[in-house]
């Protein structure tokens, strides 16, 4: 099993003047430790359900971009971008420019979005539920298509490209991880458009069900179940303050075929987490 890092809280660093030194040794340990992929969140304002809205909380691809100056090794991505944050061209040449710019280490995590109070705040359209699970399936299609050097115009229902231009073209075929464990729609988007899922840290029995459903999915659109990488947010576990419990959990996910575990951390010395896991855990992981 291997390990991801999410950042989702950069009062860690300190005041805004250690955030940039903070994320750049923070990387570099991730590099060091064994870590596969650093995500960091995307939003506008941080979630009102964990913290102030007020706390900091940067422009997650402008960070990636930094990120990818600092690191050499791990995957770059965000987990998830709101599919009504950006219009899904610049999307796909967003995340094009930070794979070419990264070496090859971009991906797209994405989903339909979910915080109205930052949407309204700063003037962003929030349509219903219905519609951004449109939008979300359009995009997925727009992105693949600007990167697969597919150029004819595209006419969907909410968006219509007359030119999908993409250049310089990805260095390599940017994966797509689609978060959110919704049965109907979300693990369908999987089966039908997704490298991977992000299923939250449930417990073995919920994930063991979302996977059924993702199964049943898959072969309904055609698709290969063994395909598809499962993977766990688990951000709200600390590996280090029971190690052997972590590993054992790990361990129950690992034989229902979850590939990656994501974990990040509040403690104020970030770096440092990074490293003691990369002693303490990493080994153990890929061991599962």
Same mark, same amino acid.
């Given at each position: 099993m291997d390990i991801a890092l999410h950042i989702f809280d950069f009062t860690v660093?300190?005041?805004? #003047?250690?955030?940039?030194?903070?994320?750049?040794?923070?990387? !570099?340990? &991730? $590099?060091?430790? +064994?870590?596969?992929?650093?995500t960091v969140m995307d939003h506008y304002f941080q979630m #009102?359900?964990? &913290?102030? &809205?007020?706390?900091?909380?940067?422009?997650?691809?402008? /960070?990636l971009g930094y990120l990818a100056g600092q690191t050499s090794q791990v995957t770059l991505g965000l987990l998830?971008? %709101?599919?009504?944050?950006?219009?899904?061209?610049?999307?796909?040449?967003?995340?094009? /420019?930070?794979? =070419?710019?990264?070496? %090859?280490?971009?991906?797209?995590?994405?989903?339909? &979005?979910?915080?109205?109070?930052e949407h309204n705040g700063l003037g962003i359209p929030f349509p219903p539920i219905s519609e951004r699970f449109e939008r979300l399936e359009e995009a997925l299609q727009i992105c693949r298509r600007m990167w697969d050097r597919d150029e004819t115009p595209f006419d969907g229902k909410h968006y219509q490209l007359a030119e999908p231009l993409c250049y310089p073209k990805p260095l390599h075929r940017i994966p797509i991880v689609i %978060? %959110?464990?919704g049965e109907r729609k979300t693990l369908r988007l999987v089966a039908q458009y997704a490298d991977a899922c992000n299923l939250f840290d449930a417990g073995p029995d919920a994930v063991r +069900?979302?996977?059924?459903?993702? !199964?049943?999915?898959?072969d309904a659109v055609g698709r290969d179940y063994?395909? =598809? $990488?499962? /993977?766990?947010?688990?951000?709200?576990? $600390?590996?280090?303050? $029971?190690t052997d419990g972590f590993v054992r959990d790990m361990s129950t996910y690992a034989e229902l075929g979850v590939s990656k575990v994501w974990v990040g951390s509040r403690r104020p010395d970030l770096p440092g987490f990074? !490293? !003691?896991? +990369?002693?303490?855990?990493?080994?153990?992981?890929?061991?599962?």
């Open positions: 660093f300190g005041s805004a #003047d250690g955030i940039a030194p903070g994320l750049a040794a923070t990387g !570099r340990a &991730a $590099d060091e430790a +064994g870590f596969r992929t650093i #009102d359900r964990i &913290a102030p &809205a007020s706390d900091p909380m940067l422009e997650g691809y402008t /960070t998830v971008t %709101g599919v009504t944050y950006r219009h899904p061209g610049l999307l796909a040449k967003i995340l094009a /420019t930070l794979d =070419v710019l990264s070496g %090859g280490r971009a991906q797209l995590g994405i989903g339909a &979005a979910w915080y109205e109070r %978060g %959110g464990s +069900g979302k996977l059924d459903v993702l !199964r049943r999915h898959c063994d395909t =598809v $990488d499962k /993977t766990i947010i688990a951000s709200s576990a $600390d590996p280090l303050a $029971d990074v !490293r !003691r896991v +990369g002693e303490e855990v990493v080994p153990r992981l890929r061991e599962l």
